[in-house]
């Protein structure tokens, strides 16, 4: 059984030039600094003309391995952050599976603790 994050953003008015730029390059330097190879990371889908409002939509198949986890949910809620601060007045919904992310104005997308290192080092040595 395999755990997801799923993202998504909702708006009238359909993205800038400049905000499509931003979202371009919020993917690639994402994809430039993902750690693991083999592992799925920040996956956004074409956009869908039968959704329409929908901006941006995606999901990330979270690893098996616990050591990772963490690591690749940082990564991918990092970017997804910085999504949502380059496509300002957009709905967002960021869920894993049924648990919906919490957001925070100053610190983004993350769970509680999850960014905490003695957790993540806890984690890693399993």
């Given at each position: 059984?395999s755990?997801?994050?799923?993202?998504?953003a909702s708006r009238?008015i359909?993205?800038?030039?400049?905000?499509?730029?931003?979202?371009?390059?919020?993917v690639a330097?994402?994809?430039?600094c993902?750690?693991?190879?083999?592992?799925?990371?920040l996956?956004l889908y074409?956009?869908?003309a039968?959704?329409p409002g929908?901006i941006?939509?995606?999901?990330t198949?979270l690893?098996?391995?616990?050591?990772?986890?963490?690591?690749?949910?940082?990564?991918?809620?990092?970017?997804?952050?910085?999504l949502?601060?380059?496509?300002?007045?957009?709905?967002?919904?960021?869920h894993m599976?049924?648990?919906?992310?919490?957001?925070?104005?100053?610190?983004?997308y993350?769970?509680?603790?999850m960014r905490?290192?003695?957790?993540?080092a806890?984690?890693g040595g399993?």
């Amino acid at each position: 059984m395999s755990v997801s994050l799923y993202y998504s953003a909702s708006r009238t008015i359909p993205p800038t030039d400049a905000e499509a730029a931003a979202v371009e390059r919020i993917v690639a330097a994402h994809m430039a600094c993902f750690p693991y190879e083999d592992e799925e990371s920040l996956c956004l889908y074409d956009r869908d003309a039968d959704s329409p409002g929908e901006i941006v939509a995606g999901s990330t198949k979270l690893p098996f391995d616990p050591g990772r986890v963490l690591s690749v949910l940082d990564q991918v809620l990092g970017s997804v952050t910085e999504l949502r601060r380059a496509l300002p007045g957009a709905e967002w919904r960021v869920h894993m599976d049924d648990l919906d992310v919490p957001w925070d104005e100053a610190d983004g997308y993350a769970f509680p603790g999850m960014r905490d290192p003695n957790l993540a080092a806890e984690l890693g040595g399993l």
